[in-house]
């Protein structure tokens, strides 16, 4: 039976009970009341939620009357930022400032306090211990730069169960990338999907000595599962997946022994899936939106803020035996997927598992319009590679039902620009304004 996932004792004592006495029931009402603390918070001090909540009644009697709140879009955050604070500005000790690209207006401010910053610390340290353990050493090739960034703060996580982080930041050379593996001894690595990839298709091309490597966390963007075993054979190690987003505190959730699913920081945040057409919820096992509510969080708190992120909860229990519930991984976000109709949608994730098999792919842009598909792939080995690539192309229903006419090009390999990767979308018919 694969190890119990650390997060089931950590949020047990958060909620005040044993491990044992950790239930379903127990969750909820402990969610329900930090839900009512939330509402409170909000209605004292946000003036936009004290207008959004304005003739709702003032505390829910149960988790599902959260259904009739209103949800927070992103254009909220954007729009109106400092309307949603709960606390006055010098309270504030991180504002993180999104890249707004592809969309208009200004960009996307999230602002958390230092106690905020501290549940993300004691997330990564209680998440992190999943895989990792006293004396183990981990590069963090995640931004780093600035106090209380995402790799700061899990640079100051490890320490506390032991163990050491090594700050490295965005791949963008791979050879002294894979050197400060080597000489750091690192036993661990936590890194996008394509930088890592990169790494470790260089680190064969280069000869370099295989690294003692015993766990590697993915996270930040869709998690192919054959980079996952191109990872995992190359290094002999074991790859785990993590969710969040910054407007979650960075941290959302991760896979524990069993891999089987995101467990998630459910003292901390409360998840919903809905319709996302009509914003209704969906049952266990349905595929929805996913939406989230803020329980401790006390700058900026966000009530059923829409992520765009499609998934589902998994039914029956996780092989680890914890009564935390299961979240299946993110394949794509509802505005990410071509077109809007027909029942084979193709998405980056589709494309993802199409390309990324082939050997000596590091990574590819995409850009679909109503009549075709352009693929542009950096690969090591460029050789059959554009006649590989249309063949894999050619089989997925999307691309066969929709007729697209397929272009590949191949370049010499690259490190890719930080970011997440998505499909570009050039034709309006078909699709939604995201
Ligand atoms: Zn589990």
């Given at each position: 039976m694969p190890e119990l996932t650390p997060l089931h004792p950590w949020i047990a004592q958060k909620i005040g009970c044993a491990p044992e006495a950790l239930t379903r029931a127990a969750i909820a009402a402990y969610q329900l009341d930090r839900?009512?603390?939330?509402?409170?918070?909000?209605?004292a001090r946000s003036p936009f939620y004290r207008q959004k909540l304005a003739?709702?009644?003032e505390k829910r009697a149960a988790l599902a009357d959260l259904q009739a709140l209103p949800f927070t879009t992103a254009e909220d955050v954007r729009e109106r930022p400092l309307s949603l604070l709960?606390?006055?500005q010098s309270e504030i000790a991180r504002v993180v400032t999104l890249d707004s690209s592809g969309t208009s207006g200004p960009p996307k401010r999230l602002y958390f306090t230092a106690a905020d910053q501290e549940l993300t610390r004691d997330f990564f340290h209680v998440g992190m211990a999943t895989f990792t353990k006293p004396g183990d050493r981990v590069l963090i090739l995640l931004p780093g730069e600035r106090p209380g960034s995402v790799g700061d703060l899990l640079a100051q996580a490890l320490p506390r169960l032991g163990g050491t982080g090594i700050p490295h930041g965005l791949v963008t050379d791979v050879a002294q990338a894979l050197g400060i593996l080597h000489a750091e001894k690192a036993t661990g690595v936590v890194g996008m999907p394509v930088q890592v990839l990169a790494l470790v298709r260089a680190s064969a091309a280069q000869q370099f000595p295989r690294p003692q490597l015993k766990s590697v966390l993915l996270t930040t963007d869709h998690v192919p599962a054959a980079i996952v075993q191109a990872v995992e054979a190359a290094w002999d190690?074991?790859?785990?997946?993590?969710?969040?987003?910054?407007?979650m505190g960075l941290g959302g959730g991760v896979e524990c022994a069993a891999r089987t699913g995101y467990h998630l920081r459910e003292a901390d945040l409360f998840f919903e899936v809905v319709d996302p057409q009509t914003g209704e919820p969906v049952a266990d096992g349905t595929y929805g939106e996913l939406v989230f509510t803020t329980l401790t969080r006390r700058g900026m708190p966000l009530l059923r803020y829409r992520i765009g992120d499609i998934s589902r909860f998994l039914s029956g229990a996780c092989g680890c035996g914890t009564a935390l519930r299961r979240l299946e991984a993110v394949r794509?976000?509802?505005?990410?997927?071509?077109?809007?109709?027909?029942s084979h949608f193709l998405t980056m994730a589709d494309l993802d598992d199409a390309i990324f098999p082939l050997p000596g792919v590091l990574d590819f842009a995409a850009v679909v319009s109503e009549t075709s598909l352009q693929l542009t792939v950096w690969a090591e080995d460029m050789g059959g590679l554009e006649t590989a690539v249309t063949q894999a192309l050619a089989k997925l229903p999307a691309v066969r039902e929709l007729g697209l006419a397929v272009a590949v090009k191949v370049l010499p390999g690259r490190v890719n620009p930080p970011g997440k990767r998505k499909l570009t979308i050039t034709s309006l018919a078909g699709t939604e304004p995201g």
């Open positions: 839900l009512n603390e939330t509402l409170a918070l909000c209605r003739g709702l009644p709960t606390v006055s190690c074991t790859v785990y997946n993590h969710y969040g987003m910054t407007e794509f976000r509802w505005h990410g997927r071509f077109p809007h109709i027909p």
